[in-house]
């Protein structure tokens, strides 16, 4: 079986020999123009020569969850594109989307800046009850963000395409009910994959629709986000702070406005890293299966763009 690996923006190394050792007998090598055809692939935003090259392979394994720069280029017709399917991302996600939420709702900033200048104060105790949380995306990471942050006691509100049963969410599905989860929630925790349906899908009309003052924490793409948009409701004060993990731009340009607002706080999109070593287990697990002839989790549906 021959395994080629093509992954932009990683260590290739530790990958192979990672592969290599879970794969006895298997020939696991980097991709480089003109090599043979493989029958499996590893990769992560590859270029188009490659799909053109290697368009006979039977599954592509995105070292990632989501797979919007896959599905921008054309791919081998039968090829299954398969993204990790949690692999270790979903209890850092819950854990990034949790620290924002209580940082915010408890105001440790407020806390930080007392320190900073000697002052001991209190700040009154604020209500759980005022600030629902709305998760755009009840997926693999959206459900464990939900089931987490629901752990706490706020009320959770969470939005998909289809309606969802998940204990202690209250639960809005499709287009038609999106205003109302929206006008139902303060904070707005993004987690939706980056489709042409849910491209810009933060903007002035939807995050002014959220209670007032609310807190917008992006985790999933930098493109779901109205850049203009976030500040000018910063600015009015509709919206009191976000958290933002992912930029159109990455890295955010030196000159961008998210740099140094007071209310911003930025990270390098690193909420729910890809971990090497689970990946690995579940890619081999999953070739296993498909030689077996079994269903494997995961597998994306091209049409729908998740
Ligand atoms: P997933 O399992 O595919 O879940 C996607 C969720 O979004 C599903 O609940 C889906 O609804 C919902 N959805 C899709 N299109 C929708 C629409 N038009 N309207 C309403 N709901 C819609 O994805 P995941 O594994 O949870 O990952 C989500 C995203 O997180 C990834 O695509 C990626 O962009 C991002 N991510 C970011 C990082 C980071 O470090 N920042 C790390 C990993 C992933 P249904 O359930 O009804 O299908
Ligand atoms: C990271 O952003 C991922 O999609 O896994």
């Known amino acids: 079986m021959k395994i080629t690996f093509c992954c932009t923006d990683t260590k290739a190394e530790p990958w192979l020999q990672g592969l290599a050792a879970a794969l006895?007998?298997?020939?696991?090598?980097?991709?480089?123009?003109?090599?043979?055809?493989a029958d499996y692939a590893v990769v992560w935003a590859p270029p188009q020569q490659f799909m053109d090259e290697q368009a006979g392979v039977k599954a592509l394994f995105n070292i990632g969850a989501g797979v919007d720069a896959l599905l921008q280029l054309r791919l081998p017709p039968d090829a299954l594109v398969v993204r990790l399917d949690d692999a270790g991302m979903a209890v850092q996600m819950a854990e990034y989307v949790c620290h924002a939420v209580i940082r915010h709702f408890r105001e440790f900033d407020g806390y930080e800046a007392d320190t900073k200048a000697g002052r001991?104060?209190?700040?009154?105790?604020?209500?759980?009850?005022?600030?629902?949380?709305?998760?755009?995306?009840?997926?693999?990471?959206?459900?464990?963000?939900?089931?987490?942050?629901?752990?706490?006691?706020?009320?959770?509100?969470?939005?998909?395409?289809?309606?969802?049963?998940i204990d202690g969410v209250r639960a809005f599905a499709g287009a038609e009910q999106f205003h109302s989860?929206?006008?139902?929630?303060?904070?707005?925790?993004?987690?939706?994959?980056?489709?042409?349906?849910?491209?810009?899908?933060?903007?002035?009309?939807?995050?002014?629709?959220?209670?007032p003052g609310g807190y917008v924490i992006n985790v999933a793409r930098g493109a779901h986000l109205v850049d203009g948009d976030l500040?000018?409701?910063?600015?009015?004060?509709?919206?009191?702070?976000?958290?933002?993990?992912?930029?159109?731009?990455?890295p955010l340009p030196a000159d961008h406005a998210f740099w140094g607002h007071p209310r911003i706080i930025l990270t390098p999109h690193t909420s729910a890293r890809t971990l090497r070593e689970e990946s690995i287990a579940q890619i081999v697990g999953k070739?296993?299966?498909?030689?077996?002839?079994?269903?494997?989790?995961?597998?994306?549906?091209a049409g729908r763009g998740y």
């Open 287 to 301: 070739i296993g299966a498909l030689a077996r002839g079994e269903p494997i989790a995961g597998i994306v549906n």
């Open 24 to 37: 006895p007998g298997a020939d696991v090598s980097m991709w480089q123009p003109g090599a043979p055809q």
């Open 231 to 250: 500040l000018a409701l910063l600015a009015s004060g509709h919206v009191a702070g976000a958290t933002l993990d992912v930029f159109r731009t990455e």
């Open 181 to 211: 989860f929206l006008a139902a929630s303060r904070v707005l925790v993004n987690l939706l994959p980056l489709t042409p349906e849910t491209a810009n899908v933060m903007n002035q009309d939807t995050l002014g629709r959220l209670l």
């Open 120 to 165: 001991w104060g209190y700040r009154k105790p604020r209500l759980r009850s005022d600030f629902p949380i709305g998760v755009m995306g009840l997926g693999v990471l959206g459900e464990r963000v939900a089931r987490a942050l629901a752990q706490f006691e706020f009320p959770i509100n969470g939005w998909s395409r289809s309606p969802k049963a």
